[in-house]
């Protein structure tokens, strides 16, 4: 296939899947690409009419070069959705772009992961592509590499797929072996490591902690944006991992974002830097509280 193929994974939400949808129909590619929707089943009889909307809806889906759906007779829940899905697709493919149901799509966000695809593909350091930026930082750049791997809109290469860890005990051992916990943690402003110590206890399923942990361990570095071509609109409350308020928001970049290699192939420290300055920022108790205060006053008494 000349195009990438879109992994995307829906479970009971009708509309954010229908705008997801629509925004990837408005995209450059889309009628090049070919589309493999993964829909989960009901994990209780209250998500049930729910989920028969949403599989109502994407067998209706057109526009794309193929659509395949996948749909599972058993709640396997996203961490599992993701992980087999992925695998199985980069068995046949090579390399995927993947995308969840609460996400919204720059017209130019399939042009960009497939450029950003074939310019590193060859790179055994560049493990991974993110497409969307919530800090909208003024001092990144277009492109840029960092050692971390967001999960909103990204793509990937059976090469680096094949780094990924499950076991999130094994990793935490390692992280904390080298004692690279603090750097992990954006200079201690973020909790990733507790995020993965969860994950180990069972309070959380995330998949993307553990492809987090799995590529920095191994110095692989994720080609970032400093122009997001994805926004999040899962943080209203209706999705398993996402609370109330809008922390993460941001503008779309409607044009091209082109895509440079970029030399050396050496994690960006201002963009690191960026990252650090915003999780402090946003990530302080006082700043947490405040955003609490403001979601409950109206209304919102998501997480």
Wanted: hydrophobic content about 40%; charged content about 25%.
């Amino acid at each position: 296939m000349p195009y990438s193929p879109i992994l995307l994974f829906v479970y009971n939400r009708p509309e954010h899947t229908k705008q997801a949808i629509r925004s990837l129909q408005q995209n450059t590619l889309a009628s090049k690409s070919k589309l493999i929707v993964y829909s989960d089943a009901a994990m209780s009889d209250e998500h049930l009419p729910a989920v028969e909307e949403v599989r109502k809806f994407i067998r209706t889906i057109d526009g794309f070069l193929e659509v395949e759906i996948i749909e599972r007779d058993e709640n396997w829940g996203l961490a599992r959705s993701i992980i087999e899905g992925v695998t199985t697709q980069l068995e046949i493919f090579n390399q995927v772009i993947v995308v969840e149901d609460d996400l919204i799509l720059a017209p130019y966000f399939l042009q960009f992961m497939n450029d950003a695809l074939d310019m590193y593909k060859d790179e055994p350091r560049v493990g991974h592509i993110q497409a969307c930026d919530f800090t909208e930082d003024p001092c990144l750049p277009a492109t840029f590499l960092i050692k971390w791997t967001g999960s909103w809109g990204w793509a990937t290469w059976h090469r680096s797929w094949k780094h990924f860890n499950s076991d999130g005990a094994a990793l935490l051992r390692e992280l904390e072996a080298r004692q690279l916990t603090y750097t992990f943690d954006f200079n201690g402003k973020y909790g990733y490591t507790q995020m993965l110590r969860k994950q180990i206890q069972g309070k959380n399923n995330s998949w993307a902690i553990r492809w987090n942990a799995s590529l920095f361990l191994q110095d692989i570095l994720s080609l970032n944006v400093g122009k997001s071509l994805v926004r999040n609109t899962g943080f209203d409350g209706s999705g398993t991992n996402c609370g109330g308020g809008g922390l993460y928001d941001t503008n779309l970049w409607m044009k091209e974002l082109p895509v440079e290699k970029i030399h050396p192939i050496t994690e960006n420290l201002i963009a690191r830097n960026a990252y650090s300055n915003y999780y402090a920022r946003t990530n302080s108790f006082m700043a947490k509280a405040i955003r609490r205060i403001r979601r409950t006053l109206k209304g919102d008494f998501g997480a």
